[in-house]
């Protein structure tokens, strides 16, 4: 070294960065730059950990989920110190649900609620209100283009100076031979000028996997595969009118269930769900195409109809993504590697949950994580082992309620026989009862409490029984005569409540 010249020390940091770009070595690798992987990676990153971020595709993602984000997911979004990711990007504000029964509607509002999830001011009833009813501080949700905010995301994480993105596909995990622990991945990088291929490893005290619905990893590290019961086919609608503004619409008519919501000031994006074997929806009938104009489309508002038959100009098959169910599974077998997101837990996106529970869990696994829980380190596997133990059951209190709900909601608004249709009827009832604080709260990912969830879906269950018994004896002397089958049918509807919410809700508790 030239005389009077000394070296300046290297900054930790420094050090840091050098081992991610040169060594491809860090405490933390990520694979999948998504919803969780982004998440996960910036919330790790925030307490000093060196992160990796692998992404097998860097450009703009053009998905059909993914696009609305309840106030649950808001407020998750904020502690992560991410809500900047919501602006710029068009997104427009959600203030509750609009459901259409058979040309009937009601409102409900997101409900302002405390620190413990208890309803504080009553929400108006119907949608009915005045200046003196509206809710002060009105929670909201947000609606955008799903790939807008993913590239926010990633911008806020390639920003972050305790993490390096990586652009290349990760093929395998990496397990040391002597005792089985995963160290890291494999990878093959594009060369973008030649298009050569090359193989590359990284490696980290902890991978996470949180590579997707269509994780490539699940089949080694889960011991269960989704359940797919129908898919979403996607429209996007041009300046739709539909009233009220600002609110999800749910449309139940003698289509399928239709989902409408706006994703910016221009577009409405519309998610029709076809099940499997749909008779309706066979070639003979025109396919999914002929589905749409013959049976959706005058399920529909009038005003809604030619910006659907629109949209259908193109002459080509809606895209469409599946309707999945992945039930929550232990993590204790695998030592080095954690899969989350929607690799490891999936619901019908129905209710529009899934980015909600992907921020409170990546908010929740940041905490278990933080180096004042894990002294040892995330390279210890009894570590991680109590960690991901921790947070199986801590997670319930939102997750479960969320994953009930998508999946008897969807039981209930696909309506196949008459005692599935009586709980359909008692359902919108119950909601024209003015009762909606508490279950929008819950489908808000704003309510915790898993026994609110039973109580109010049995309270349903009832409705629809006596609803259901006004339709059979009617108000006159010979309805009388129809008491004994009316009774038949309560056991009956209460046995199909039972079998729709208690299988998923013990899967979901334990």
């Not at 139940?252 to 239709?258: D, S, T």
């Not at 129809?482 to 208690?502: H, K, N, S």
Request: aromatic share 10%; proline share 6%; glycine share 8%.
């Amino acid at each position: 070294m030239a005389a009077g010249y000394e070296s300046e020390p290297i900054s930790q940091a420094a050090r840091d960065a050098e081992r991610r770009e040169k060594y491809h070595e860090a405490d933390v690798v990520v694979v999948g730059a998504g919803i969780f992987g982004c998440a996960i990676a910036y919330a790790l990153a925030n307490q000093g950990r060196s992160v990796i971020l692998l992404e097998r595709w860097m450009h703009e993602p053009d998905r059909i989920v993914g696009e609305l984000l309840q106030p649950g997911g808001v407020s998750a979004l904020r502690k992560l110190g991410l809500e900047k990711c919501l602006e710029d990007i068009d997104a427009i504000p959600c203030y509750g649900y609009h459901v259409l029964f058979h040309g009937a509607e009601v409102i409900f509002p997101y409900p302002v609620v405390d620190d413990e999830g208890k309803v504080l001011q009553q929400s108006p009833a119907n949608g009915q209100s005045d200046e003196k009813q509206l809710l002060p501080k009105q929670p909201e949700g947000r609606s955008f283009h799903h790939g807008r905010f993913i590239m926010q995301l990633r911008k806020a994480c390639a920003a972050h100076p305790n993490i390096s993105i990586f652009e290349t596909e990760v093929m395998r995990t990496i397990r040391s031979e002597s005792v089985g622990v995963v160290l890291g991945v494999e990878t093959r990088t594009t060369d973008k000028k030649t298009g050569v291929k090359t193989g590359d490893c990284f490696f980290g005290g902890l991978t996470i996997i949180a590579d997707g619905y269509a994780s490539k990893f699940r089949k080694d590290y889960l011991p269960v595969t989704p359940i797919v019961r129908s898919k979403f086919y996607a429209l996007e609608l041009i300046d739709c009118p539909f009233p009220p503004s600002g609110f999800g619409h749910v449309v139940i008519g003698a289509a399928m269930p239709v989902l409408l919501y706006q994703i910016g000031t221009h577009e409405t994006r519309a998610l029709i769900d076809v099940p499997a074997n749909l008779p309706e929806a066979s070639v003979e009938n025109g396919g999914v195409r002929g589905y749409i104009k013959n049976v959706v489309v005058p399920a529909l508002p009038k005003d809604v109809r030619p910006s659907v038959l629109e949209a259908l100009t193109d002459g080509k098959i809606p895209r469409s993504m599946p309707n999945s169910y992945l039930p929550p599974t232990k993590q204790e077998r695998h030592a080095g590697v954690i899969l989350v997101g929607d690799a490891y837990n999936m619901r019908h996106p129905l209710t529009g949950g899934g980015m909600t529970v992907a921020f409170n869990d990546a908010v929740l696994l940041a905490e278990l994580l933080h180096p004042e829980n894990t002294p040892k380190g995330l390279a210890d596997p009894e570590t991680i082992k109590k960690a991901m133990k921790e947070f199986y059951w801590r997670r319930k209190s939102l997750t479960s309620i969320i994953n009930v709900l998508a999946q008897a909601l969807y039981s209930l608004f696909a309506a196949e026989d008459r005692y599935l249709r009586a709980l359909q009827a008692g359902c919108f009832k119950y909601f024209e009862m003015g009762i909606t604080d508490e279950p929008v709260g819950m489908l808000g990912g704003m309510i915790r409490r898993p026994l609110t969830l039973a109580y109010h879906f049995f309270r349903v269950a009832f409705v629809g029984i006596w609803v259901n018994a006004l339709e059979r004896c009617g108000g006159s002397l010979l309805g009388l005569y129809m008491l004994p089958i009316a009774l038949i049918d309560a056991v009956l509807i209460l046995w199909t409540a039972c079998v729709v919410f208690l299988p998923t809700c013990y899967r979901e508790a334990f």
